[in-house]
């Protein structure tokens, strides 16, 4: 059974680039969230995807935007990097709704370097 | 979501039970705790949740005082492979997202 996956595992870009980042949820969930851990903080709530649609965002600018799509994948891209866009992201999936199942599934981040 | 209040970083023995503990005084009444860690290099791992019962699973129990307002996690028999960030998280029962701090920066020493 796989795990949550995510693509690149490292990035290397240049201020004002754009970049697109991957993530292939669990086996069988269909909910993907996206989280920003920058060094030595705890992950922030980026936005969280379901039937293909942008459910719930946290406090990041429009530069973010994220698609899903019907297999579940799902990309989150940022656009005109800055560089305290420099973190970790970090994908989590889960399946909705159902309220029993409480539980995130993390993949092992993306780290992303802005030079 | 309440904020959470965690100890930054704490030692523990191998073989020892590692406490970790968090105060929630804010949370509400429908609010659960919830308990994640994240070794060096992974993401977030769930470990446990609770309402104001006591919970135990394979990984570790969870004790939740009476007024609802701390917590404390429990490892058992701590190993190495215990050494991580944990964060103690109050959320609304299925909720979309998750509000991490800091954490408590847990090592396991031989």
């Known amino acids: 059974d796989a795990g949550v996956t995510q693509s690149p595992t490292h990035l290397i870009k240049t201020r004002g680039q754009q970049v697109t980042l991957r993530c292939s949820p669990k086996s069988g969930h269909d909910t993907v969230s996206w989280y920003q851990q920058a060094l030595g903080q705890g992950p922030q709530f980026i936005f969280q995807?379901?039937?293909?649609?942008?459910?719930q965002r946290g406090n990041f600018p429009d530069r973010f935007s994220g698609h899903q799509f019907p297999n579940y994948s799902s990309e989150l891209n940022v656009n005109a990097l800055l560089l305290g866009d420099s973190a970790l992201y970090l994908c989590?999936?889960?399946?909705?709704?159902?309220?029993?199942?409480?539980?995130?599934?993390f993949g092992s981040g993306t780290q992303l370097s802005v030079l | 979501d309440a904020k959470t209040t965690q100890p930054p970083s704490m030692d523990c023995a191998e073989g020892r039970a590692a406490n970790l503990p968090c105060n929630h005084s804010t949370i509400s009444g429908n609010e659960y705790v919830y308990w994640y860690r994240q070794i060096h290099s992974q993401g977030p791992q769930y470990i446990i949740h609770g309402l104001k019962n006591n919970e135990t699973n394979e990984m570790a129990s969870l004790i939740i005082t009476e007024d609802r307002k701390s917590s404390t996690l429990i490892l058992p028999h701590a190993t190495l492979r215990d050494t991580a960030v944990y964060y103690c998280i109050v959320r609304v029962h299925g909720a979309n997202n998750l509000f991490f701090g800091t954490g408590t920066r847990l090592t396991v020493i031989p």
């Open positions: 989590a999936s889960s399946l909705l709704p159902d309220p029993t199942n409480e539980k995130l599934f």
């Open positions: 995807y379901y039937e293909e649609e942008e459910r």
